[in-house]
């Protein structure tokens, strides 16, 4: 069975940081790109950040450019997001989901943990 | 980046009822296009995507057609468990967008 455990949120400031990780288990790790998504407090759902199988490539929304990092320790069977000068209007629930992907690549969320909340407030 | 919009925001409706979820992409995007359920509090859930392919486990009360820009999302007969916000998201190119979902409540 498929497990996605995401742990590291919390309250910090604006202007703070904090880093994300989402252990996994019940799956090869190493062949799925794995992604960040979040939801705000009665809002919809906004992708954040995609990361390959190998880190070969990111991806980043604009409202999080600059600011996040994706990574990966596959030796770890884990994901990372490096969250830093923190907004307000980073406050949202974070998930952690895993990529469908076959020969043809990697695309919908097949499977999802059950997110960590970050709240950035004074 | 590729919009996606969904209509309507809000449906109610009553159990056996048949309810159609439509969303709309600002571009082509063939048929990747994946539909998640989210029940309050819960993690969203797949239940459909790409050529209407039905996930494992989902009833196939549940069923999705469209390709290009329009795509829809249909409970042929609506059950107790299915009132939930419903969300498309297009995977067609980066950034992936999900529409703004639609909140399926108890007439």
């Known amino acids: 069975e498929v497990r996605l455990l995401e742990s590291g949120g919390g309250l910090v400031q604006p202007g703070g940081s904090l880093r994300l990780s989402c252990a996994a288990s019940g799956l090869t790790f190493t062949n799925y790109a794995m992604s960040w998504v979040r939801q705000a407090p009665g809002e919809g759902l906004e992708w954040v950040s995609t990361?390959?199988?190998?880190?070969?490539?990111?991806w980043y929304a604009d409202s999080v450019k600059g600011r996040f990092t994706i990574s990966r320790d596959n030796s770890k069977n884990t994901l990372y997001l490096q969250m830093s000068n923190l907004r307000v209007g980073d406050t949202a629930l974070y998930y952690c989901?895993?990529?469908?992907?076959?020969?043809?690549?990697?695309?919908?969320?097949?499977?999802w943990g059950q997110g960590t909340q970050v709240t950035v407030s004074s | 980046d590729i919009q996606m919009t969904q209509s309507p925001s809000t449906l109610s409706a009553s159990v056996g009822d048949r309810v159609t979820i439509t969303c709309r992409a600002s571009?082509?995007?063939?048929?990747?296009l994946a539909w998640y359920q989210q029940e309050p509090g819960k993690a969203p859930k797949l239940l459909i995507s790409g050529d209407s392919t039905l996930e494992s486990g989902v009833p196939s009360r549940f069923s999705g057609s469209g390709s290009g820009t329009e795509f829809t999302l249909t409970i042929s007969s609506l059950q107790p468990d299915d009132f939930a916000t419903y969300y498309c998201?297009?995977?067609?190119?980066?950034?992936?967008?999900f529409g703004p979902g639609t909140k399926v409540d108890i007439k």
């Open positions: 989901a895993k990529h469908f992907c076959n020969g043809a690549g990697c695309d919908r969320f097949d499977y």
């Open positions: 571009q082509t995007i063939s048929r990747r």
């Open positions: 998201q297009q995977y067609s190119s980066y950034p992936f967008t």
């Open positions: 990361i390959t199988a190998h880190s070969d490539s990111t």
